[in-house]
């Protein structure tokens, strides 16, 4: 463990693993990104100017809109909300941190070199030029064949790992770190809404996880899903849409979380009807899963289908009425304070509006199916999705003096406001007027110029605004009048009972609102030994919350300070980034010529550097793994908290539990693409191209494992150090046959009977590709968990995990988990 | 083959672009009013509850910092209801409504026992194939009579592409190994106002690669004595129009108005 150094230290930023620091990270870092992808912006209004305009090539056009659109959605909206939950998402419900601090700074790096990797993907012969959407099959290699497309997809594959990883941190802490007394109805709204984002996001963003990775093993590794006539182009826009509808409100809750409370702070006025805005957000989050069919309703989906996702359209715009009339509500009666990030929030709810009328349109099918395509589309979900940022901005002002102790200019935010409102209703709303201009399209019907022109001279006033800001937060920052703690009249959550900026142990003692309200709670702290826990009297309590006996258990470190600096979550990541910056020039520098058998078959290496950067990815990935494991960093979970609904669950199991339903989402996407190929293919025209026998082996091999790890739980908790040996090892060796079974089979099918990844002798390719390629992610399932065992092996034999087994467990559900799904597709590939 | 003999076109015809053009309207008109009502409420009583530093009134509860969080019942909740419920009322009552004309639009109108023109669009990057019934085939231009209901069924030989056309309110999307159908008819009034030949716009709405921008066509209509002059001429010259990479050849038109053919 190191120790964390100065905020003027440039070290700190690398190493920091705190909350605070980590949202200031993400903050400036997607300021960064909307910069860019705000001058990609702005070349598409240039070449917008003149129907004939010709700034850009086609395809030059192509990756600027691309560009654009992924830049937006992924690397700014996103992120710039989650630099403010974390940095308040904490602070609002009492905790010190996030219940994983280096899994934290993990998504932030993964964040940081997936944006480093798709700026690099614009000069490996230019990036990705299929639309934000990728689309099948330009998305392929054989419609867009550069490297940077490539480099793209990798991009947002590794972006998509950070996600996860910060969904999961999230979700437990937000379930596992409430401060005592506060319910899970009790938090703030924007505390809400970051809840209800995760929870989306950690089921959307598997499937976009799933979906960019068939589409990486289409590109790197030659699979041939999306060329496939059989369905390959709808499977994508299934896996895309299926994630794509949550998408959006993951992108606009954090804004309206924030609506919500500046609304509230700037009238001085409690939220009306607060439980139905709750059960609306819930709502919705459920909802948005169900509607993703309603992006195609011109694909050929049937009337009963169409139907059904029309309806469940129309029933989540409903809960958004609700949302809209309790903010109107509230403001009544308020003394209503014009301030800049009030205007910002209010101004969000005025677009909002028109965005919501806008897609009542969408949700109607005889509109949609003209609406399809245009512009109508692109001004509509500006409005929702930068209409909701814009109460992000607002955030931005509003907690401003609160990061930096220092209150920004009034007057230049209110400059800021008129001007970016004035533009940004001019650039959209103009798109309403000229909505038959098809997306994407350059040379467009000149009847509809003017409506351009307006756009592209509203489009610079926009972009000029923001300039405004950033000149007011940097003077500010350097010489702005001090803000004290709490500049605000009416504010009510925690973050402003403590100082501005907050120390970095955020709190002076225990908060608590077991009263009613938030007080600091000194808790009696013996020599040695767990903290127990006091009332604001000064107490023993023994009422409510979990015992205090039940924790000695989980806090073996207790005299230990909690850690707040480490290096690996930026080498993991840089790493990682190395690895797929080498994959992405793989299937064009590495060429396999497949011969009678594996000796026979000849590789020719055009490019050295690509296939080297894999290596030392996957080196330096191996390595800061290990050095991660060993680290000795202390995150404690909150001491006494409110954990509904997960009570008894340890925080790391309830993180594991967490990424496992991830994980399902992501086999779920892979046995669903390969049964609705198959369907569409017609079922029964296709043999399982594995024989059974081998299959049926490995499927006893693999459970007779999940066994032993059984077995290795039961030694540790006996204290049998042998025991424990025995039951990993045995673990192990059953592994790597089931591996070695696999690797067997693949070399029979490949050189005997003529099947490889994107060839089948004996019936359709993509039959192959499939088969290859859900066995793979299987198989790379296996060699990770095999990894971690042969790690747990070692640590075993250094005489770790007697004392306290937990990493035994939670492998062990990890493995079980793996071999779960063995069962669902020893059926599928090799049965039927 | 089809049946040359065209049948008068129904009375009661309503073309794509017309229901379009009733639907827009009744949502565009209650749109602006629902929209201007709620947002001149909002301003309204924005303006009229500012802080204009005079002394709060007895019942204002300020919040204070570290209280729990909690909502605003009363009066305004109830209110808070009453609009849901009318917004809820007027949004389903608009989608039932244009559920109807959904259900007309996707049955298209009734021809009895007319021969509809079945034509398949095939979209390739950068351009659209138009296969005739008698397998000719042309490129860039769909040449139909009027007064009649064409039926299209939409694929894709390389990338998805989006054939439209926004003058005639159709739109279906092209895309490879599928065949979706849409369907227009232009009456014999329209391609006289437009002097005895109509022509529209087609543009594509999908981005299909760099020349997505420039991959527009155009569909004529003619009278329909003109359109079976010009029909008749094309017998039996069916494939040449084609090069090799085009699927302009009978067996595989035979076999794609099977496949595309609704249900």
Redesign the interface.
């Given at each position: 463990m190191s120790e964390l150094p100065p905020t003027t230290s440039v070290k700190r930023w690398l190493v920091t693993t705190n909350h605070k620091d980590i949202g200031i990270l993400y903050t400036i870092t997607a300021l960064f990104f909307l910069l860019f992808g705000g001058v990609l912006a702005l070349l598409i209004r240039v070449q917008l100017w003149d129907p004939m305009n010709q700034i850009l090539s086609g395809l030059a056009y192509n990756e600027a809109v691309t560009a654009h659109g992924l830049i937006m959605v992924f690397w700014f909206l996103s992120p710039f909300a989650f630099g403010f939950a974390n940095y308040f998402v904490p602070l609002q419900i009492g905790a010190d941190d996030l219940a994983f601090p280096r899994l934290n700074a993990l998504s932030y790096w993964m964040y940081l070199f997936s944006g480093v990797l798709l700026s690099i993907s614009f000069f490996q012969g230019g990036t990705l030029s299929a639309g934000w959407t990728i689309y099948a099959p330009l998305n392929i290699p054989a419609y867009t064949p550069s490297i940077g497309s490539t480099g793209a997809i990798l991009a947002l594959a590794m972006f998509t790992i950070g996600v996860t990883a910060s969904s999961v941190n999230f979700l437990v802490s937000i379930h596992h770190s409430r401060a005592e007394g506060m319910g899970i109805m009790d938090m703030p709204m924007f505390t809400w809404t970051i809840l209800a984002t995760v929870w989306m996001m950690l089921f959307a963003f598997a499937a976009l996880l799933a979906a960019g990775l068939i589409l990486a093993s289409d590109r790197v590794l030659g699979s041939v899903y999306f060329s496939a006539t059989e369905g390959g182009s709808l499977l994508w826009g299934h896996l895309f849409w299926f994630f794509g509808h949550p998408e959006v409100y993951i992108v606009f809750f954090p804004a309206l979380g924030a609506m919500l409370e500046l609304f509230q702070t700037f009238s001085g006025r409690r939220l009306v009807g607060r439980k139905w805005v709750i059960i609306a957000i819930c709502l919705v989050s459920v909802q948005s899963f169900l509607v993703w069919m309603h992006h195609m309703f011109l694909t050929t989906i049937n009337l009963e289908i169409k139907t059904l996702m029309m309806a469940t359209t129309i029933g989540i715009s409903l809960p958004f009425d609700l949302i809209v009339f309790s903010l109107i509500y509230t403001l009544i009666k308020g003394r209503i304070q014009f301030t800049t990030p009030f205007l910002f929030a209010f101004g969000a709810l005025l677009l909002f509006i028109l965005g919501g009328i806008t897609g009542v349109f969408l949700g109607a099918i005889v509109l949609d199916y003209e609406f399809r395509g245009t512009y109508w589309v692109v001004a509509h979900f500006h409005y929702v999705m930068f209409g909701g940022a814009t109460a992000l901005i607002g955030a931005a002002y509003y907690w401003f003096p609160k990061i930096t102790g220092k209150m920004y200019d009034e007057l230049l935010g209110k400059i800021h406001f008129v001007l970016f409102f004035i533009g940004f209703n001019a650039v959209y709303f103009s798109m309403f007027l000229g909505w038959e201009t098809p997306r994407r399209v350059f040379e467009y019907n000149p009847e509809l110029q003017i409506y351009h022109q307006f756009g592209t001279i509203g489009a610079f006033v926009l972009g000029f605004s923001f300039f405004i800001m950033f000149y007011n937060f940097a003077k500010s920052y350097v010489s702005g009048e001090p803000a004290g703690d709490n500049p605000w009249d009416y504010s009510r959550t925690a973050e402003w009972a403590i100082s501005s900026p907050p120390p970095l142990q955020n709190w002076p003692n225990r908060p608590s609102y077991a009263s009613g309200k938030l007080e600091f709670v000194k808790d009696y702290v013996p020599d040695r030994g767990p903290a127990v826990k006091t009332d604001a009297n000064g107490n023993g309590a023994t009422d409510g919350g979990d015992t205090h006996s039940e924790h000695i258990k989980e806090y073996p470190y207790w005299d230990k300070h909690p850690s707040h600096a480490s290096i690996w979550p930026l080498t993991l990541s840089f790493a990682v980034g190395v690895l797929f910056l080498g994959l992405t020039g793989f299937r064009d520098n590495v060429v396999f010529e497949v011969g009678e058998s594996l000796a026979s078959t000849s590789v020719t290496i055009s490019n050295p550097v690509y296939p080297i950067l894999i290596v030392v990815g996957l080196v330096g990935l191996v390595w800061t793994g290990v050095k991660w494991s060993l680290e000795d960093f202390y995150a404690p979970p909150t001491e006494f908290a409110e954990r509904w609904p997960f009570e008894g669950v340890e925080k790391v199991k309830l993180g594991m539990w967490f990424f496992i339903a991830s994980d399902v989402i992501v086999f779920g996407a892979f046995l669903s693409a390969a049964i609705f190929v198959r369907y569409n293919a017609g079922w029964m025209t296709w043999e399982p191209l594995a024989e059974p026998l081998p299959g049926l082996i490995n499927t006893f091999v693999l459970l007779t494992s999940s066994f032993t790890v059984i077995l290795a739980l039961v030694a540790a908790r006996r204290k049998s150090r042998q025991g424990l040996l025995a039951s990993l090892g045995a673990t192990i060796v059953l592994g790597f046959t089931f591996l070695g079974i696999k690797l067997w089979e693949w070399n029979k099918e490949i050189f005997e009977r003529g099947v490889t990844i994107s060839a089948n002798a004996h019936g359709d390719p993509i039959q192959a590709s499939i088969y290859y390629v859900t066995t793979g992610l299987h198989g790379i399932h296996v060699v990770i968990g095999l990894v971690i065992a042969i790690f747990l092996f070692v640590r075993a034999y250094q005489g770790h995990y007697l004392e306290d087994e937990r990493p035994i467990e939670y492998f062990g559900l990890y493995w079980h988990f793996v071999d779960i799904v063995w069962v669902f597709i020893f059926p599928l590939f090799y049965l039927f | 083959m089809i049946d040359p003999i065209i049948l008068q076109q129904g009375s009661d015809w309503r073309a794509?672009a017309e229901?379009?053009d009733e639907?827009?309207f009744v949502?565009l008109a209650l749109?602006t009013l629902?929209?201007t009502i709620?947002?001149a409420?909002?301003l309204w009583?924005?303006f009229k509850?500012?802080?204009d530093g005079s002394e709060?009134?007895e019942?204002?509860d300020?919040?204070?910092?570290?209280?729990?969080?909690?909502?605003?019942g009363g009066p305004?909740?109830k209110?808070?209801?009453l609009?849901?419920g009318l917004?809820?009322i007027v949004?389903?009552s608009?989608?039932v409504y244009?559920?109807g004309?959904?259900?007309y639009?996707?049955e298209g109108p009734d021809t009895s026992d007319a021969g509809n023109i079945e034509i398949t669009v095939e979209g390739y990057?950068f351009g659209w194939e138009y296969i005739y019934p008698n397998g000719y085939s042309t490129r860039g231009e769909m040449i139909v009579p009027a007064d009649q209901r064409i039926d299209l069924n939409v694929t894709s030989r390389?990338?998805?592409h989006?054939f439209?056309s926004?003058e005639l309110?159709i739109?279906?999307?092209a895309?490879?190994?599928?065949?979706?159908s849409t369907w227009f008819s232009v009456s014999s009034e329209d391609v006289e106002a437009q002097g005895g030949e109509a022509t529209y716009?087609v543009?594509?709405?999908?981005?299909?690669?760099?020349?997505?921008?420039?991959m527009?066509g155009q569909i004529t209509v003619l009278p329909q004595d003109e359109w079976e002059e010009w029909y008749a001429g094309t017998q039996g010259e069916n494939t040449s129009s084609v090069d090799s990479a085009g699927a302009g050849n009978a067996s595989s038109v035979d076999n794609a108005v099977i496949r595309g053919a609704p249900a």
């Open positions: - | 794509q229901v379009f639907i827009f949502f749109g629902v929209g709620v947002v409420y909002t009583n924005v509850y500012r802080d709060p009134k019942d204002f300020a919040p204070i910092v570290g209280e729990l969080p909690t909502g605003q305004k909740a209110k808070l209801f609009s849901f917004s809820a949004v389903i608009l989608v244009a559920y004309l959904l259900l639009v996707e990057q390389d990338v998805w989006n439209g926004s309110r739109k279906s999307d895309i490879p190994g599928e065949y979706s716009r543009e594509c709405f999908e981005l299909c690669g760099a020349g997505h921008s420039a527009t």
